[in-house]
């Protein structure tokens, strides 16, 4: 079987191509003059590259074929171990004439730890020149491979390769000094659409994101289309050109800057032969890393499970347990069916506790509101510096990192006004442009705190040069659930800021550098012009045959101290206006 691109192929030339599994090669020697000239003649004939996979037996195990100076070298998997040479060796020919290895060839030599890998230039069906690489064993050159070449025909068809190739197996290792990564190492190309000349600014912040994932980004690239492409996300003839980027910087994970279909995930990965990711899967794993409460990694669980359950099929690499073929099929529907199972009886557990957690937060809540403390909510987009402003304004050590997502979990702190007033600053989790609606749904009681909040602090990075996209993100998604209260926009940062008339005016507005602590004081001034209610601090002295009154304090008010004394009850409390006029007759005079 053909393997490979074979589009625009005949059935007649594809039979006879196949013609080429049925050559072997005497085991003592590289290669043989038969096998050369089939490969140069059908290189002339198609155009395009073909691709032998060569046994030390000298059995050919597979035959692909690629574009004119494009051909993705598969991985066969059949890699002995990580530390010997694999067992074959990659024989190809370049329709161009040149048999000069490139980097990618070089790149698949390391990758896949071929016995050798082997280019033959082909110029009008006829050999023109060879070029041949080995891995260098440690310890032997400073660098890890050596080419040969040009190599004539004779030597090509003679046994002094395979000799080569027998000296260095049992010398070869992975010498740390050489290593290009480890087997952990995150190396991503990043892929995405540009319609509107925004694509470049998405993945700006996706590579961010990757970075806060712990990837090293080696490359972003996008494709101008109005739309993705049903089946491949981007175009098959771009996502050919991105197999061939990953092979030749070494990329072990490719990430979308959109939500991927299973099916689109599962063809890219064929194409690509690494594993592919969305940008919602890569949320996901930095809200795992980042969840540290009881219920925020039960809200991170349950958006994991939900993303995953519809995408079990499609996530090949990701997700596969056992290969395709005969013999391997029922076994694998069935543990798919197994999983399925396995996630709908997580998702219902998982749900139950969230609501559980839902109620406490619910009386928590009703409790504020009884004792009338006011709340004020940070929101903003991610890494805006909300987590710095709680701690500039609460004295706080609310853990602060320049990276996005730093805080899941709510956080809340008091804090008083200077006439006395108190309030409950809340910190909430940052927005993000094309937030996952899964994780809007399982975080639904921790952005509650933001709906039932009575006022909302905007808070805005005022140096980034996406302040306007961001923002916007920010008020639509704060409509989506719903949040009607004022909103007081902080321009945090300020001292990023050239030019501070060129911000957007947005009333009420703060401007501030919670960093530095400038402009602090200029914004409890607004929260205490815009918080809703008057709340009085006050000190009581309550008769002891005024119990009812007492009862009314504790019921509606904010016991701040309380001692018994000769003449009645001293209390200092925080009251609203309407609990004020029923109280004030019994207020003692400071």
Known sequence: MINGNTTGLSKHILSRLESINEISVDREDYLSEELIRLLCEWTGQINREISVYLSRRGEILDVSMGEHDQVSLPDKGLRRSETRLSGIRCIHTHPNGSGRLSRVDLNSLWKMRFDAITAIGVRDGAFSDCYTAFLNPPGESEEPYVIYGPVPVEELCGPALMREIRRRDPLIGIPAAVRP??????????????????????????????????????YKTTQNRK?????????????SEVALLCQSRNANLVIADDELSAAQIKNLEDILGVRVIDRTALILDIFSRHAVSREGKLQVELAQLKY????????????????????????????????????????????????????????????????????????????????TLLNALTGSDVLVEDKLFATLDPVSRGISLPDGRRFLLIDTVGFIDKLPHDLVEAFHSTLEEVVKADLLLHVVDAGSPNLLEQAA???????????????????????????PA?????????????????????????????????????????PYDQGTIRSLLHEEGNI?????????????????DALYGRVKNFVKMV
């Open 181 to 218: 990564s480890t087997e952990e190492d995150e190396r991503a190309v990043l892929i995405g659409l540009d319609d509107h000349g925004e694509g470049l600014a998405s993945l700006n912040e996706l590579e961010e994101l990757a970075w806060t994932a712990g990837a090293e980004v080696l």
């Open 227 to 239: 739309a993705p492409e049903a089946g491949t996300y981007i175009g098959r003839g771009k996502a």
């Open 308 to 387: 995953r359950l519809p995408r079990l099929m499609g996530m090949g690499i990701a997700l596969s347990r056992l290969g395709g073929g005969i013999g391997t099929r029922g076994p694998g529907e069935k543990k798919l069916e197994t999983d399925r199972r396995h996630i709908h009886r997580r998702i219902h557990e998982i749900e139950g506790e969230l609501e559980k957690v839902q109620a406490r937060r619910g009386a928590l809540r009703a409790k504020r509101e009884k004792h009338r403390i006011p709340i004020v909510a940070l929101a903003g987009y991610t890494n805006a510096g909300k987590s």
């Open 473 to 499: 993100v920010v008020r639509r998604v704060l409509r989506e659930l719903g949040a009607s209260q004022k909103i007081i926009t902080v321009y945090n940062k300020m001292d990023t800021v050239t030019d």
């Open 502 to 542: 060129m911000l957007p005016v947005e009333k009420p507005q703060a401007f501030l550098s919670a960093r530095n602590g400038e402009g602090l004081e200029e914004l409890l001034a607004l929260i205490r012009e815009n918080l809703p209610g008057q709340t009085h601090h006050l000190q009581l002295v309550v």
């Open 560 to 576: 701040l101290e309380e001692e018994f004394m000769e003449d009645g009850v001293r209390m200092v409390a925080e009251v609203d």
